[in-house]
Nanobody, 124 residues
Framework: QIKLMQSGGESVHTGGSIRLSCVIS?????????LAWFRQRGSLRWGVATL??????TYDDSIKGRGTISMDSAQNTVYLEMTNLRPEDTEVYYC??????????????????WGQGTQVTVSA
């Protein structure tokens, strides 16, 4: 059974940095796969970073230049590091996995497995 377990909530001041983590268990890669981080505000959820198993990354304009998605295969953990945080980054962040794919989508319907969410709060 595939499970994604995210780290706890983060609270920082404007300009600060965070590193979110997501431990993946029960997943055995069989070809290309995609990892992603989403942020959610209300009922709207959109992808901010994707990482294909082949190494290609993509970033939403909202975090481009401030965010980095990476994978530690030995630890089965995917990370999202963000710097220069702003109050508008205050959101719930989710990690997601699609087991098979030659390219990674930023749309949530593409992904089959999800973490439980991490609240990020950025105060002025």
């Amino acid at each position: 059974q595939i499970k994604l377990m995210q780290s706890g909530g983060e609270s920082v001041h404007t300009g600060g940095s965070i590193r979110l983590s997501c431990v993946i268990s029960g997943f055995i890669p069989d070809g290309g796969y995609c990892l992603a981080w989403f942020r959610q505000r209300g009922s709207l959820r959109w992808g901010v970073a994707t990482l294909h198993s082949g190494g290609v990354t993509t970033y939403d304009d909202s975090i481009k230049g401030r965010g980095t998605i990476s994978m530690d295969s030995a630890q089965n953990t995917v990370y999202l590091e963000m710097t220069n945080l702003r109050p508008e980054d205050t959101e719930v962040y989710y990690c997601a996995l699609e087991r098979q794919g030659t390219w990674c989508s930023k749309f949530d319907t593409y992904y089959d497995y999800w973490g439980q969410g991490t609240q990020v709060t950025v105060s002025a």
